[in-house]
């Protein structure tokens, strides 16, 4: 078992390395918040870009979310940081938000 422990230690150590020899979680393949709003905003650019609009209702949102492949469990909290960092604007009194593109 320490064997396994150990290889898995070496594995992570080779991933989260970065150039200059120190250990970078940003490195990491995870679904973390920061990756999940980066994509999040690559996203509404592109259906932006597309569909020459930028108000979404909440439902839309959601869609736009799911068919891009993001975690269902996790969407509340994404549309809710998002918003507070700017990225998404609540419109007309909640039933809208504005992706500032």
Request: aromatic share 6%.
């Amino acid at each position: 078992a320490l064997d396994v422990v150990e290889l898995m230690k070496a594995s992570m150590y080779d991933v989260l390395v970065n150039e200059e020899g120190k250990v970078d979680f940003k490195r990491s393949k995870g679904c973390s918040m920061p990756v999940l709003m980066n994509d999040l905003k690559n996203a509404l650019y592109a259906v932006c870009k597309r569909d020459g609009r930028n108000r979404f209702t909440n439902l839309e949102l959601r869609q736009i979310l799911c068919e891009n492949g993001f975690p269902p469990n996790k969407l509340d909290k994404l549309i809710e940081l998002s918003n507070d960092s700017g990225n998404l604007l609540i419109k007309n009194n909640g039933a809208e938000y504005e992706f500032p593109a």
